[in-house]
């Protein structure tokens, strides 16, 4: 039964998490590289990709530093629609490089034909999209935006943010031609906070090699060299990894495919309900998030009393509206293992609560 109906950190399996509890290893042991090995090399199927995927022992955000700082030597454009987009511009900017903000009013996705535009007006080394704006909603086009950038700029990196998105939304890295491809643990992974992963393609290896001040901790080629001993420079989070190799072979279980039409269906039966009782989506129809339903919270409801109404009856709790958008609008997360049953018990419980 999931209870954290919020955007991340999600409710974990008791056997996952039981799956930490291992004893620890030295990182320097075979037995631990050898679940190292099979962690990421489970999480390239996840990630679509014949590429490495490095699992980062810290959480997302440290991958977008590691994409701006080995990717980007002056010139990236960001897409800004939102919290999490801007927060990769902030990235870009403090570590002191030349960013452009493609801007978008939240609750809209960045669109083909403004990349389009945005790109034939200068070169860029980098683009920077978050495929899923955790605090608006709202599912970004990723595959068109991709094809733009080929289409207009093909030596441009594309780096892509999807921690609130990979494991519950289909994202293909090599068929979209993505560079780098990063998540968090806590999110769709349905794993504790502080692991993050990011699939990289060589090209991006290739480029590391000609920026200067990498700095150490987020070095791609450090993170290279060490991957090839399927280890970490540095001591790793040992049960996030223990917990993403068990995780990992039940996701598989649950298949791809059937994991993803879950968490549609979830999504869709939370906006359907919303439209059913007089509240309307904050993302626009045309870009609605599959796995964090933003809505506006056009019956005033007071979002602090009904989730200690739910917390008290059902031990559950939804999201409030992220930043400026609190109490105007609520968030409703439907990641990890949240099932179509959980999703009708919580609206049960708003109902409920609408009805005091
Ligand atoms: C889209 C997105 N990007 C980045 C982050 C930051 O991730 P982390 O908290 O794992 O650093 C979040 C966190 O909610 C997010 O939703």
Redesign the pocket.
């Known amino acids: 039964m999931a209870h954290m109906f919020v955007?991340?950190p999600v409710d974990v399996a008791p056997e996952v998490l039981q799956a930490m509890a291992k004893p620890m290893l030295p990182h320097r042991s075979k037995e631990y590289e050898a679940i190292h090995r099979s962690a990421a090399e489970k999480a390239q199927k996840l990630f679509y990709t014949q590429y490495r995927v490095y699992l980062g022992t810290?959480?997302?955000?440290?991958m977008?530093e590691t994409g701006i700082r080995n990717l980007v030597e002056k010139d990236v454009l960001c897409c800004v629609n939102g919290a999490?987009?801007k927060?990769?511009y902030d990235v870009a900017v403090s570590n002191g490089k030349n960013a452009d903000k493609l801007e978008v009013e939240w609750g809209k996705a960045p669109m083909p034909d403004d990349l389009r535009t945005a790109l034939k007006k200068k070169h860029y080394e980098a683009v920077t999209i978050?495929?899923?704006?955790?605090?608006t909603g709202v599912e970004a086009p990723l595959k068109d935006l991709c094809a733009v950038v080929r289409e207009v700029s093909p030596e441009t990196f594309i780096l892509v943010?999807?921690?609130?998105s990979l494991a519950g939304s289909k994202i293909e890295m090599d068929a979209w031609d993505i560079d780098f491809l990063l998540t968090?643990?806590?999110?769709c992974l349905a794993l504790p906070?502080g692991l993050?992963l990011a699939g990289v393609n060589d090209r991006c290896l290739q480029k590391a090699e000609k920026v200067a001040n990498r700095g150490w901790y987020f070095d791609l080629l450090l993170l290279e060299k060490h991957r090839l001993k399927d280890s970490t420079g540095m001591t790793p989070v040992i049960p996030l990894i223990y917990a993403l190799d068990f995780q990992l072979d039940r996701i598989f279980a649950e298949g791809l495919d059937a994991r993803f039409a879950r968490h549609a269906a979830m999504s869709q039966r939370v906006y359907d309900w919303a439209r059913a009782h007089g509240m309307s989506t904050y993302a626009d129809a045309a870009c609605l998030s599959k796995t964090v339903a933003t809505i506006n919270n056009d019956r005033n409801l007071s979002i602090p009393d009904l989730n200690k109404f739910l917390m008290e009856k059902y031990q559950m709790r939804i999201s409030n509206g992220y930043g400026d958008l609190k109490d105007k609008t609520f968030r409703i997360a439907t990641m990890g293992e949240t099932t179509l049953k959980d999703v009708d018990t919580l609206l049960a419980g708003m109902e409920a609560f609408m009805a005091k």
């Open positions: 955007p991340g810290h959480s997302g955000s440290g977008q999490f987009s927060r990769w978050v495929h899923n704006e955790t605090s943010d999807a921690v609130s968090s643990s806590q999110k906070p993050s």
